[in-house]
């Protein structure tokens, strides 16, 4: 890929999807190594384009996370689940599987068919699934 910028269309629906998953935005933050509101900017619609580095990152985030839900292992987790949950509820964004995936950056004004479902998955995600170094990197 030599292109340098790209439509942030299919990344903001997969962050969406991953929080039908009941992942915070502050939890897909940190595990894409970016700052909380920069995520809040991508799920709100309010970012069109991002940089290489964000579209594979979200892009193998995605890959990683798609089928998983997020540990809760403590009150602030499972507060921080239910919030996403309720987020995604009212917003009407489909889990992972509900997205047509070939179309997410073919079509940069793609939108799948609203119908938010609970996400179960089929295990616990991993915290940093992209790698430490991602995560501590300078957020940009």
């Not at 700052?35 to 619609?45: A, I, M, P, S």
Request: glycine share 8%; net charge positive.
């Amino acid at each position: 890929m030599s292109q340098t910028s790209f439509d942030a269309n299919g990344s903001v629906w997969r962050l969406r999807s991953l929080v039908a998953m009941g992942h915070s935005g502050r939890r897909l933050a940190r595990a894409l190594g970016i700052r909380e509101d920069r995520v809040r900017r991508l799920l709100r619609g309010q970012t069109k384009v991002i940089d290489r580095r964000t579209f594979l990152n979200v892009y193998y985030l995605f890959e990683a996370w798609w089928d998983k839900r997020p540990p809760a292992r403590t009150g602030s987790e499972k507060a921080a689940i239910t919030i996403a949950y309720q987020t995604a509820a009212r917003n009407r964004w489909p889990t992972p599987a509900n997205l047509d995936e070939p179309e997410l950056d073919r079509d940069p004004g793609y939108r799948p068919k609203p119908g938010w479902k609970h996400g179960a998955g089929v295990g616990v995600a991993d915290d940093y699934p992209l790698g430490v170094a991602v995560a501590e990197q300078k957020a940009s």
